[in-house]
T-cell receptor, first 116, second 112 residues
Framework: NAGVTQTPKFRILKIGQSMTLQCTQD?????MYWYRQDPGMGLKLIYY???????DKGEVPNGYNVSRSTTEDFPLRLELAAPSQTSVYFC???????????????FGPGTRLTVL | KNQVEQSPQSLIILEGKNCTLQ??????????LRWYKQDTGRGPVSLTI?????NTKSNGRYTATLDADTKQSSLHITASQLSDSASYIC???????????FGRGTSLIVHP
């Protein structure tokens, strides 16, 4: 199992450009999440999905969009990049069933994005 | 609003020494709490889970405690190693949803 994979690892964007951060998991997990992590700060939830075709906003969704057409993939779209979106982005997934104890999130390696 | 507070924000210790990291939470209803370790440049990885009925759980040199009455958890690291240098994050799921509440983490640096 590759687990959760993210591409690219690093990216520099100019203000106003757009890009898609890719996230794929091979664990057949229903739940997937996108977080951003700013220096010295905790993880903040951008969007999440409880299954294919279902997405919902998290704490900081402005400036981002997501889609979930398959169980495996959960891409994050930045339409008009702004310097405030400079951050490290993590994708995560978790299984379903097994009650609350089955809530371990598996994280990807992250994408470091800089907007200049 | 559910909150998870961690202390200290950062900690520097010498190799071989012990240390204790703290986590206070106000998440309700409470069922369990996880500690994650995040190495520099990597995503977090789960270290251990503490359920409502557990007081202490060990995972090698890591020992987690939970006091559900005072809503506090601690992570004790024994005989620290250079590889323990990382951020340690306390996470409490919102009992009724799929959304966990993350603490800001404690950054631990172990010096030789």
């Amino acid at each position: 199992n590759a687990g959760v994979t993210q591409t690219p690892k690093f990216r520099i964007l100019k203000i106003g450009q757009s890009m898609t951060l890719q996230c794929t998991q091979d664990m057949n997990h229903n739940y997937m999440y996108w977080y951003r992590q700013d220096p010295g700060m905790g993880l903040k939830l951008i969007y999440y999905s409880v299954g294919a075709g279902i997405t919902d906003k998290g704490e900081v969704p402005n400036g981002y969009n997501v889609s979930r057409s398959t169980t495996e993939d959960f891409p994050l779209r930045l339409e008009l990049a702004a310097p405030s979106q400079t951050s490290v982005y993590f994708c995560a997934s978790r299984g379903h069933g097994g009650g609350q104890l089955n809530n371990e999130q598996f994280f990807g390696p992250g994408t470091r994005l800089t907007v200049l | 609003k559910n909150q998870v507070e961690q202390s200290p924000q950062s900690l520097i210790i010498l190799e071989g020494k012990n240390c204790t990291l703290q986590c206070n939470y106000t998440v309700s209803p409470f069922s369990n709490l996880r500690w994650y370790k995040q190495d520099t440049g990597r995503g977090p990885v789960s270290l251990t889970i503490m359920t409502f009925s557990e007081n202490t759980k060990s995972n090698g040199r890591y020992t987690a405690t939970l006091d559900a009455d005072t809503k506090q958890s601690s992570l004790h690291i024994t005989a620290s190693q250079l590889s323990d240098s990382a951020s340690y994050i306390c996470v409490v799921p919102d009992g009724g949803s799929y959304i966990p509440t993350f603490g800001r983490g404690t950054s631990l640096i172990v010096h030789p």
